[in-house]
T-cell receptor, first 109, second 114 residues
Framework: EDQVTQSPEALRLQEGESSSLNCSYT??????LFWYRQDPGKGPEFLFT???AGEEKEKERLKATLTKKESFLHITAPKPEDSATYLC??????????FGKGTRLHILP | EADIYQTPRYLVIGTGKKITLECSQT?????MYWYQQDPGMELHLIHY???????EKGDLSSESTVSRIRTEHFPLTLESARPSHTSQYLC?????????????FGPGTRLTVL
């Protein structure tokens, strides 16, 4: 069964403490992978698209990387405003998009 | 910033009522989606549309219906609401870039059925 698994489920970090979130996937054919940020009570906000293994994208304190079986979202020197749930989604051949359950990130001041 | 709107943002209704959740986007996207999301859980696709007059059922069994008469508008209707329909409903539209459909989400409607 095609699936997307995110770990850890929840992560608490001190402000400035860098870490990584993981998204592993098992799909029959990968078109690409997305990362979203979701704040409580709001819809997901698009962050990155990754198309192929080896690709990297950066935005402020966030960097997303992709291998053949997983993706990482690296957070460097996070601030309290980075606290949110981070969702990973995979688009497989032909068009289906599968979401993970997300990682709840809490940055302590 | 994505221009996709949902109304109402919050709705509390009694069992058996008919409701329509509105979704509009001003980006001219052809593909639109409805997802259901419970706290701490993944998004589940309930309906999607490739364009005007196109509607498809998603993975999650749903007692709702959708229509797509105009490109910008994709309402979702529950004919008879039940407590099991209590959830967050998210509307999205997507832009095809190469082989990928990058989705942009609305703010969501939090539905509570008493």
């Amino acid at each position: 069964e095609d699936q997307v698994t995110q770990s850890p489920e929840a992560l608490r970090l001190q402000e400035g403490e860098s870490s990584s979130l993981n998204c592993s996937y098992t799909v029959s054919g990968l078109r690409g992978l997305f990362w979203y940020r979701q704040d409580p009570g709001k819809g997901p906000e698009f962050l990155f698209t990754l198309y192929s293994a080896g690709e990297e994208k950066e935005k402020e304190r966030l960097k997303a990387t992709l291998t053949k079986k997983e993706s990482f979202l690296h957070i460097t020197a996070p601030k309290p405003e980075d606290s949110a749930t981070y969702l990973c989604a995979v688009q497989e051949v032909p068009d289906k998009i599968i979401f993970g359950k997300g990682t709840r990130l809490h940055i302590l001041p | 910033e994505a221009d996709i709107y949902q109304t109402p943002r919050y709705l509390v209704i009694g069992t058996g009522k008919k409701i329509t959740l509105e979704c509009s986007q001003t980006m001219g996207h052809d593909k639109m989606y409805w997802y259901q999301q419970d706290p701490g859980m993944e998004l589940h696709l309930i309906h999607y549309s490739y364009g005007v007059n196109s509607t498809e059922k998603g993975d999650l069994s749903s007692e709702s219906t959708v229509s797509r008469i105009r490109t910008e508008h994709f309402p979702l209707t529950l004919e008879s609401a039940r407590p099991s329909h209590t959830s967050q409903y998210l509307c999205a539209s997507s832009l095809r870039s190469g082989v990928l459909d990058t989705q942009y989400f609305g703010p969501g409607t939090r539905l509570t059925v008493l």
